[in-house]
Nanobody, 113 residues
């Protein structure tokens, strides 16, 4: 079974930048995504990317976040800039593998002054 491992989270001031990485244990064909969940809120889709590189974003992050994918390295990334306190959450990597939904354990992002 595919395993996903996130890295790159941390603490940053408003306006700062972070890059999250997600490594898959094997090649994933299909859509891979970043979700986030803040305390007391539902998990929400942040961005997704197809094998061919087509991307989609939540309205709240358009123009600030960029998702990318390196298929031969089994990696996806989330480049986050102009971070806001509202972006603070645990960020999860997700892959749809056939009918299975695979999640990483998450990486914490905290944005505060």
């Amino acid at each position: 079974q595919v395993q996903l491992v996130e890295s790159g989270g941390g603490s940053v001031q408003p306006g700062g930048s972070l890059r999250l990485s997600c490594e898959a244990s094997t090649t994933v064909f299909g859509v891979m995504s970043w979700y986030r969940q803040a305390p007391g809120k539902q998990r929400e889709l942040v961005a997704d990317i197809t094998t061919g590189g087509t991307t989609g974003y939540a309205d709240s992050v358009k123009g600030r976040f960029a998702i990318s994918r390196h298929n031969t390295k089994n990696m996806i990334y989330l480049h986050m800039s102009d971070l806001e306190p509202e972006d603070s959450a645990v960020y999860y990597c997700h892959a749809k593998v056939g009918v299975m939904s695979v999640w990483g354990r998450g990486t914490q992002v905290a944005v505060s002054s």
